[in-house]
């Protein structure tokens, strides 16, 4: 118990009454002591603040790189189904060129020229062609617009060297040459 002064009349009164004995007028009640200083409370809550702040920031960023991963895979997926769809129709039209070039060089009975030849085959397989430039236009566009997440670089460039060595228009031998 200890000797408070009365705010009203002034008198010493004890701390723990209600009232003043004297003039009876509520007494304010004792302001109960933090138990730990504002600015700890502080300093705890601005800790709180800035680790919610980087889970959430970090969880975006995790689902932003599974996000990138997950496309990147399908996209790696799409452009080896292209390559492997490519092949299969640029086969086709070189067993046709390899006749075409037999028949020009090799064919005693039946001997063609070999340009005339190639024209044909474009026609007969004008189709296939259409198909392999709109594959190939899906590969380049794909190659262009794939992110690369980390640790994924050496896979993008080794499917990229393929389709540049195999399947670009700039190489020599490839079907390309007979489609302009
Ligand atoms: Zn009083």
Redesign the pocket.
């Known amino acids: 118990m200890a000797a408070i002064k009365?705010e009203?009349?002034?008198?010493m009164?004890s701390d723990k009454g209600k009232t003043?004995p004297?003039?009876n007028?509520p007494l304010a009640l004792p302001k109960k002591k933090s138990v730990f200083p504002k600015w700890v409370v502080v300093v705890i809550s601005l800790v709180l603040l800035a680790a919610s702040i980087s889970f959430v920031a970090y969880s975006r960023y995790q689902y932003k790189q599974k996000r990138i991963n997950e496309n990147f895979d399908f996209s790696m997926r799409m452009i080896s189904g292209d390559l492997f769809r490519m092949a299969q129709k640029s086969d086709l039209i070189v067993v046709e060129i390899n006749n075409a070039w037999r028949e020009a060089i090799f064919s005693e009975t039946n001997k063609r020229d070999f340009n005339e030849a190639i024209v044909d085959v474009k026609e007969s397989r004008s189709e296939d062609i259409k198909e392999l430039i709109k594959l190939s236009a899906s590969i380049e566009k794909s190659l262009k617009e794939t992110v690369i997440p980390e640790g994924k670089q050496l896979q993008f460039d080794k499917i990229k060297e393929f389709y540049l060595l195999e399947f670009s228009k700039n190489s020599a031998g490839h079907y390309s040459q007979y489609v302009r």
């Open positions: 009365c009203n009349c002034g008198k009164i003043c004297y003039c007028i």
